[in-house]
């Protein structure tokens, strides 16, 4: 029961963070990620088929979600980067 009232937490955890902006979605997701998976893996969590589509649907939507943001990241750091090389010029 533990298993899966926890699974269940992770689960909720996971859409809520899927609901939020850009740069708090991307650290909540890293923040679930240590609290979920980096000790645990995903073979663990106890749910039901229907809740399981959901996990798999969430999972691959936040990866598409995470390499456009590290993108927009890399650009934003190389604007940054231009910035101030004009800056001390």
Do not use: C, G, P
């Not at 991307?26 to 106890?46: G, R």
């Amino acid at each position: 029961m533990e298993r899966r009232n926890r699974s269940l937490k992770a689960l909720n955890e996971l859409v809520y963070i899927d609901s939020l902006d850009s740069f708090a979605k991307a650290d909540a997701l890293v923040k679930w990620y240590n609290d979920y998976l980096s000790e645990d893996t995903i073979e663990d969590f106890q749910l039901e088929f229907e809740e399981l589509k959901k996990l798999e649907e969430l999972f691959f939507r936040n990866i598409n979600f995470l390499k456009k943001h590290k993108e927009e990241t890399r650009i934003e750091l190389i604007n940054t980067q231009k910035m101030k090389r004009f800056l001390k010029h």
